[in-house]
């Protein structure tokens, strides 16, 4: 993992605030023995990271003292913040001043442009949206422990850089100080998509990660996107006491039909999942069917839900909500005898939000099925 940063000061520009800023590891040093990490050229960093305790020190050169001082980390080549920082600038040294998380609407970003706090100081999230996930072995987990921005003459009056230059300007620096802490990580994956890749055969045009998983997790316990009750037993319970059968057919370039048959020893109820994904548009749809099969009537079928499943995303801020960084429920109007039937239709699922009407597919029903 690598770690790129932009220090913003009270929500301005980088070029309004401080001229350059200068990364060395660990704390200040004396001028012949530092090794900056900026590029020598352009002043950008990329930093490799790995599990550990990391400190890093950032020297600047200003006209003035701002009274707020902010901080954006971005990992792995994205432009969105991972991590963001803020706290008063010291002007006097320890104890330096509690700095938080930042979750202003707009900050720096990369390389010069607004954005919106990240709203964390913790990184450990895969960000490319539900299908996409991060390789466990190379997961890990980064906190940012501490973190001050102290105004020019306090470190000491040191002078390592001038403005836009790894020089000295006859000027003390402004320096500033931030600890990461880098751990193992490794993500766990929804059940949905457990159950979607190791058990039905699914990957949807994501990566395939069956062989993982199946070492690494109790897929077979994974809860399937479906639920039903029968005879007052969950269908969590039914399935596990099933036989399952399973067959896989490619239907072209795009698309692939998986077909799973659950069989109840105890009284003959079968319930058949029949599933398409579609690769390029990464997607699935399924079917839920049941029958019959055994001698006698079936115990009660009841609240049946064809898809059963629970999502999770990071926490976000509500601006961060505002632009879109939420799941987004897709789905069509329906039949209205006027030109936008069918219509397709987007909402936002943000916190309790509700389901529009067309598109509840949470419906309870019940049935008994009889043997002919």
């Known amino acids: 993992m690598d770690v790129r940063s932009i220090t913003a000061v009270s929500g301005k520009a980088l070029a309004a605030g401080f001229a350059g800023v200068t990364f060395i590891r660990g704390a200040p040093v004396a001028p012949d023995k530092i090794r900056w990490l900026n590029d020598r050229e352009a002043h950008t960093i990329k930093i490799p990271l790995t599990p550990g305790t990391h400190t890093f020190t950032l020297h600047s050169e200003s006209g003035r ?3 707020m001082v902010g901080m954006n980390l971005f990992f ?6 991972a991590i963001s920082v803020k706290a008063p600038m010291d002007t006097q040294g320890p104890p330096y001043p509690a700095f938080t998380r930042n979750n202003a609407p707009r900050t720096m970003g990369w390389p010069v442009t607004d954005i919106p706090g990240a709203d964390s100081l913790r990184h450990d999230t895969p960000t490319g949206g539900l299908w996409q996930f991060v390789d466990p072995a190379k997961g890990v987990k980064v906190t940012l422990s501490s973190f001050r921005f102290s105004a020019a003459g306090v470190d000491g009056n040191l002078d390592l850089v001038g403005p836009h230059k790894l020089t000295p300007s006859g000027k003390p620096d402004f320096v500033g100080q931030f600890t990461l802490e880098v751990e193992p990580y490794t993500p766990k994956p929804s059940d949905l998509w457990v159950w979607l890749q190791t058990v039905a055969g699914v990957t949807a045009g994501g990566p395939d990660m069956v062989r993982t998983w199946k070492k690494q997790l109790d897929w077979e316990n994974a809860t399937a996107p479906f639920s039903f ?6 269908s969590q319970e039914v399935l596990r006491r099933c036989r399952r059968e399973s067959t896989h057919r490619r239907l072209d370039d795009n698309r692939s039909a998986h077909t799973l048959l659950y069989t109840d020893p105890q009284t003959g109820l079968q319930v058949r999942w029949e599933g398409i994904e579609y690769r390029q548009l990464k997607t699935v749809e399924w079917t839920l069917y049941s029958k019959n099969t055994g001698s006698s009537d079936t115990p009660i079928l009841a609240d049946i839900r064809a898809l059963d499943a629970q999502l999770q995303r990071p926490e976000r801020s ?8 939420e799941f987004a429920l897709h789905y069509n109007r329906g039949d209205t005898c006027l030109p936008n039937s069918y219509e397709p239709l987007r909402k936002l699922l943000g916190p309790t939000a509700d389901v ?4 509840r597919f949470r419906t309870s029903t019940s049935a008994q099925a009889r043997k002919e």
């Open 65 to 67: 003292r701002w009274p």
């Open 318 to 325: 509500a601006d961060q909500r505002s632009r879109g960084r």
């Open 229 to 234: 009750t029968y005879g007052g037993t969950t």
């Open 356 to 359: 529009p009407r067309t598109a």
């Open 76 to 81: 792995d080549g994205a432009h969105e913040a």
